[in-house]
């Protein structure tokens, strides 16, 4: 059984960073792609960035510049790594792996979320 696990979400000051990680544990073969996703309070999920094992990186225009994905491909891991945070970054943080390969198939996956408040 494959799970996505986020770590990192916290409070933090306007113009400050922080860093998520999401680890994918299981028995992986390989993992197409790897991003994030996030949900304010009343309104839908959105894309942040996503990080495909061919190709690379894209993001919401509402954090290029400021945010910066990469991925482990050893360790099945992906971070976001958050700088000049501003308070409409407030959101629940999902991590996503796309096209998790096992030997029982391929199926996509999410992490439970971790919450990111930017607020002085």
């Known amino acids: 059984q494959v799970q996505l696990v986020e770590s990192g979400g916290g409070l933090v000051q306007p113009g400050g960073s922080l860093r998520l990680s999401c680890a994918a544990s299981g028995s992986i073969l390989s993992i197409r792609s790897m991003g994030w996703y996030r949900q304010a309070p009343g309104k839908q999920r959105e894309l942040v960035a996503t990080?495909?094992?061919?190709?690379?990186?894209n993001y919401a225009d509402s954090v290029k510049g400021r945010f910066t994905i990469s991925r482990d491909y050893v360790k099945n891991m992906v971070y976001l790594q958050m700088n000049g945070l501003k308070p409409e970054d407030t959101a629940d943080y999902y991590c996503?792996?796309?096209?998790?390969?096992?030997?029982?198939?391929?199926?996509?996956?999410w992490g439970q979320g971790t919450q990111v408040t930017v607020s002085s």
């Open positions: 996503k792996a796309w096209g998790v390969n096992t030997l029982v198939g391929s199926n996509d996956y």
């Open positions: 990080m495909p094992s061919r190709g690379s990186a």
